[in-house]
């Protein structure tokens, strides 16, 4: 029992069970099952977006422009999909994978060849991928009547009673579950975080890992760009604006470690589905969504400081020591 | 910080930039600058009139009052992402103060002290849990600009009184503006606190290696605890000149400011992993980036397309020592 108490998935998960107790005490209806796969489905997104930064985070890397390549991508099969109806939606997904690909590549390949930090490079990718929308499409806006029916119903459209949208969320999770739990590219992923040094030294090529990390961080950013357009109908330059810091907190609330090597695909999950609880629930239970923002705020410091002591820096511990010697 | 120094394979950091590699990292600003700045009187002639040189400078003065605190805290090793957050709490006080007949020394006051208030929660956060600061901001980012959504919804206070529009839209002399001033004051005062004092020698210490800083007797804990303050209280002056230029408070005020302020820290040569950096070079980031805005401007430019110029800038200027180091290094 001590030992599985150490797992913050089970804390989050624990506490996920008494956000949902709290909430269905004032709307006794939230907690009903068809309701729980609701927000399910309206987190599927995030969680998507969670699991791509979380790979990111991992190699002690961040990637801020994903919500900019959100953006970008959407645009695109938005767009392409006004001109040309005719495409079938399987492969306006490929698109989006792709065009999402090249755009965490270009991080990738700035992190990796010129060894500029992730940060700086990001923060540039990302004001460069949402101008580079204006540019693509004019500051024209692409609606709902513009798209096809297809386009809007795919992920909408009911598979074994759960939608699509559910199912792609599923699929993505099980896929990042499996990369890195199972194979050799997760294991270098959280060897890099917990110490590169010793990576190099185990054979593991570093600057390729990240790059590789950065063009699965892209490629979930596209998937996320249809995803989000078909969901919401609507294709601006402003979509998903600032939505990058979200995507981090939502990793930060599932106990993954800013500094690298720490955390797990549940952890993504359940932060991810921890937000989108709070999203949900607010105008259900009659708190005005003003108070979002400030609630989630607090929920994140509050992760992090109940996280605070795996978070510790080893210097302050060897400090400690000394000076009780 | 999230990145660390790159393992043995790959020698070159960021923390000194361009003095072994072509000149000084203020130099190449200084040509980027000026070529700019020809661009610019080339493609309009209405730049070089000295009322719209006048109104370059509302361009950056705000974001780089924030910028000079933010360049010593990263050079200590920590970031703070709640600076525009902080600039929306203060006004929207500042807004609920002038409602209750408030007049102008107070709303300043007010300012300053949530800006202050709201760097010293951060700092306490950082510092006594010993929590990443990128997360501990990114979170009160949230919670302060929350408080603001709740006291404010989707409302905007107005009313603000005559003479505290002096502050953000007046002019000292002819066409030196009040911002303007307040910017080069700051500036003389940060680059003689960073880099004329032994506080300043202390950050620098901190950021290069805070375990050595800690043993050398450096208190890295308050040090670390007065920038976040210095952080807070430059957003809050910052947040008292943007209201007063405005005129109105709303929730979203200076939303993205916090991204915009970073770069001009970074493209200021401040390495982004700690331990290096000159207030001379955010000055003239600063500028730049006042520059390629107000000349994209002025060609009619749209706003969201100039961020395309400041997001290539940022990586170009970073990448270039780099690149330039390559190509001596294989020749």
């Given at each position: 029992m001590k030992a599985l108490l150490k797992f913050r998935e089970i804390w989050l998960a624990a506490a996920i069970v008494v956000l949902i107790a709290?909430?269905?005490?004032?709307?006794?209806?939230?907690?009903?099952?068809?309701?729980?796969?609701?927000?399910?489905?309206?987190?599927?997104?995030?969680?998507?977006?969670?699991?791509?930064?979380?790979?990111?985070?991992?190699?002690?890397?961040?990637?801020?422009?994903?919500?900019?390549?959100?953006?970008?991508t959407g645009m695109v099969v938005a767009m392409l999909n006004a001109a040309h109806p005719a495409i079938p939606i399987p492969l306006l997904i490929v698109i989006a994978l792709a065009v999402g690909l090249v755009l965490g590549a270009i991080n990738g390949l700035l992190v990796w060849r010129l060894n500029i930090p992730s940060i700086v490079v990001t923060l540039g990718t990302l004001t460069i991928y949402r101008g580079a929308t204006f540019v693509l499409s004019g500051g024209a806006w692409v609606n709902a009547d513009k798209m096809s029916p297809d386009f809007i119903g795919f992920q909408r459209a009911a598979f074994l009673g759960i939608p699509v949208l559910s199912w792609i969320a599923i699929l993505v999770i099980a896929l990042f579950f499996v990369v890195m739990t199972r194979t050799a590219l997760g294991r270098s992923i959280y060897a890099i975080g917990v110490n590169p040094t010793a990576s190099v030294y185990a054979g593991?090529?570093?600057?390729?890992?990240?790059?590789?990390?950065?063009?699965?961080?892209?490629?979930?950013?596209?998937?996320?760009?249809?995803?989000?357009i078909s969901r919401y109908v609507i294709a601006s330059v402003e979509v998903a604006n600032g939505y990058e810091l979200n995507i981090i907190a939502a990793c930060v609330i599932g106990g993954i470690s800013i500094a690298g090597g720490i955390g797990s695909v549940g952890g993504a999950v359940l932060g991810a589905l921890f937000l989108g609880i709070i999203s949900n629930a607010l105008p259900v239970i009659n708190i005005s969504p003003f108070w979002q923002m400030a609630i989630s705020g607090s929920a994140i410091i509050l992760a992090v400081v109940l996280n605070a002591r795996g978070e510790r820096q080893q210097g302050r511990i060897i400090l400690r020591k000394a000076e009780a010697a | 910080?999230?990145?660390?120094?790159?393992?043995?394979?790959?020698?070159?950091?960021?923390?000194?930039?361009?003095?072994?590699?072509?000149?000084?990292?203020?130099?190449?600003?200084?040509?980027?600058?000026?070529?700019?700045?020809?661009?610019?009187?080339?493609?309009?002639?209405?730049?070089?009139?000295?009322?719209?040189?006048?109104?370059?400078?509302?361009?950056?003065?705000?974001?780089?009052?924030?910028?000079?605190?933010?360049?010593?805290?990263?050079?200590?090793?920590?970031?703070?992402?709640?600076?525009?957050?902080?600039?929306?709490?203060?006004?929207?006080?500042?807004?609920?103060?002038?409602?209750?007949?408030?007049?102008?020394?107070?709303?300043?006051?007010?300012?300053?002290?949530?800006?202050?208030?709201?760097?010293?929660?951060?700092?306490?956060?950082?510092?006594?849990?010993?929590?990443?600061?990128?997360?501990?901001?990114?979170?009160?980012?949230?919670?302060?600009?929350?408080?603001?959504?709740i006291i404010l919804g989707d409302q905007a206070y107005k009313g603000y009184p005559e003479s505290f529009a002096f502050l953000g839209q007046g002019y000292v002399w002819w066409v030196v503006s009040f911002e303007l001033v307040l910017f080069l004051i700051a500036a003389v005062a940060y680059w003689f606190l960073l880099h004329r004092t032994s506080f300043g020698r202390r950050v620098f210490a901190?950021?290069?290696?805070?375990?050595?800083?800690?043993?050398?007797?450096?208190?890295?804990?308050?040090?670390?605890?007065?920038?976040?303050?210095?952080?807070?209280?430059?957003?809050?002056?910052?947040s008292v000149l943007i209201t007063s230029r405005l005129g109105s408070t709303r929730p979203s005020i200076a939303q993205g400011y916090e991204l915009e302020v970073i770069t001009m820290v970074v493209l200021g040569g401040v390495s982004i992993?700690?331990?290096?950096?000159?207030?001379?070079?955010?000055?003239?980031?600063?500028?730049?980036?006042?520059?390629?805005?107000?000349?994209?401007?002025?060609?009619?430019?749209?706003?969201?397309?100039?961020?395309?110029?400041?997001?290539?800038?940022?990586?170009?200027?970073?990448?270039?020592?780099?690149?330039?180091?390559?190509?001596?290094?294989?020749?």
């Open positions: 709290l909430i269905s005490t004032r709307f006794p209806a939230f907690a009903d099952p068809g309701n729980l796969a609701q927000v399910f489905n309206d987190t599927s997104i995030l969680m998507i977006l969670a699991l791509g930064q979380m790979v990111v985070i991992l190699t002690r890397s961040i990637d801020l422009s994903m919500a900019s390549n959100l953006c970008f593991i090529d570093v600057g390729r890992t990240k790059f590789i990390v950065f063009c699965i961080s892209g490629m979930i950013g596209g998937l996320a760009g249809y995803l989000w | 910080m999230t990145d660390t120094p790159a393992p043995r394979h790959i020698p070159d950091r960021l923390d000194k930039p361009l003095s072994s590699a072509i000149f000084s990292w203020e130099a190449l600003l200084v040509v980027v600058a000026v070529a700019i700045f020809a661009i610019n009187s080339f493609a309009s002639p209405y730049f070089l009139d000295a009322y719209s040189l006048s109104d370059l400078t509302f361009n950056f003065t705000e974001k780089g009052l924030i910028a000079f605190a933010m360049a010593l805290l990263i050079i200590s090793g920590e970031i703070d992402l709640s600076v525009a957050a902080i600039i929306a709490l203060a006004s929207t006080m500042m807004g609920m103060a002038v409602q209750a007949g408030a007049d102008t020394p107070v709303l300043v006051a007010i300012g300053i002290v949530v800006g202050l208030g709201c760097g010293a929660f951060n700092g306490l956060l950082v510092t006594r849990l010993g929590l990443p600061s990128i997360v501990v901001t990114i979170g009160t980012m949230s919670l302060f600009r929350g408080i603001a959504f901190t950021g290069n290696n805070p375990v050595a800083a800690q043993f050398s007797g450096v208190r890295v804990g308050r040090i670390k605890f007065i920038l976040f303050c210095l952080t807070g209280l430059m957003a809050g002056i910052a992993l700690g331990g290096s950096g000159s207030i001379v070079g955010v000055v003239l980031a600063a500028f730049i980036m006042g520059l390629v805005t107000f000349g994209l401007g002025l060609l009619n430019v749209p706003g969201i397309v100039m961020s395309i110029f400041i997001g290539l800038l940022l990586i170009f200027v970073i990448a270039l020592p780099i690149i330039w180091r390559r190509l001596r290094g294989n020749s």
